[in-house]
């Protein structure tokens, strides 16, 4: 079983959708959970950073982390195109300085 | 408003070349690190630093080499390049344990 894993898509939403990206998780130490944007030929950029299993909203993004289920995900709402790109899901253990990250998935927001 | 900056952009080597991947971040972060993406894969750590003089292997080191003899700097150096070195490659920061880390924007390296 992989450590993470990710859809890899690509997801096709138009305009206006909420967007539902998903990543499961094996590894029980990993105690902080982000979500990274990369734009094409970018580097990654981080979007949220949470510790706790629940909800942080951040703008039109939220974050939503269940522990017992090892399953995080982030909801985009009103989903624009410019939220078009690649949304990496990432972990690491409490104390740890590695991260480890999923294979993204792409997605696109047509007009 | 610099963060990481990483050069060159691009490079094509020839096997059995060599070349100092570049990566500098002036925000006075502790903590280092180098990735390679390849496609489908995700980001896989070579390399990290958590300050001057200290180093440490990541998930995939064979290749490569790195140093940091400050703070600023940490480069990433492949000795005799492989086509299987054929990658983008990132550097990111960290000011501290625990704290979200920052990205360059990468180096793609081709190697024919």
């Known amino acids: 079983q992989k450590e993470v894993e990710q859809d890899p898509g690509p997801l096709s939403v138009p305009e206006g959708a909420i967007v539902s990206l998903n990543c499961t998780y094996s590894?029980?130490?990993?105690?902080?959970f982000m979500w990274y944007r990369q734009y094409s030929r970018k580097g990654p950029e981080l979007l949220m950073y949470?510790?706790?299993?629940g909800n942080k909203e951040d703008g039109r993004f939220t974050a939503q982390v269940d522990k017992s289920s090892k399953y995080i995900s982030l909801f985009i709402r009103d989903s624009q195109p410019s939220d078009s790109a690649t949304y990496l899901c990432?972990?690491?253990?409490?104390?740890?300085?590695?991260?480890?990250f999923g294979t993204g998935t792409q997605l696109k927001v047509e007009l | 408003n610099a963060g990481v900056t990483q050069t060159p952009k691009f490079r094509i080597l020839k096997i059995g070349q060599s070349m100092t991947l570049q990566c500098a971040q002036d925000?006075?972060?502790?903590?280092m690190y180098w990735y390679r993406q390849d496609p489908g894969m995700g980001l896989k750590l070579i390399y990290y630093?958590?300050?001057?003089?200290?180093?440490d292997k990541g998930e995939v080191p064979n290749g490569y080499n790195v140093s940091r003899s400050t703070t600023e700097d940490f480069p990433l150096r492949l000795e005799l390049a492989a086509p299987s070195q054929t990658s983008v490659y990132f550097c990111?920061?960290?000011?501290?344990?625990?704290?979200?880390?920052?990205f360059g924007d990468g180096t793609r390296l081709s190697i024919l």
């Open positions: 590894n029980s130490a990993f105690q902080y």
């Open positions: 990111a920061s960290q000011t501290a344990s625990n704290q979200p880390q920052h």
């Open positions: 925000m006075n972060h502790n903590y």
């Open positions: 990432a972990f690491r253990e409490g104390g740890g300085n590695k991260l480890t």
């Open positions: 949470t510790y706790s299993s």
């Open positions: 630093s958590v300050g001057a003089g200290i180093t």
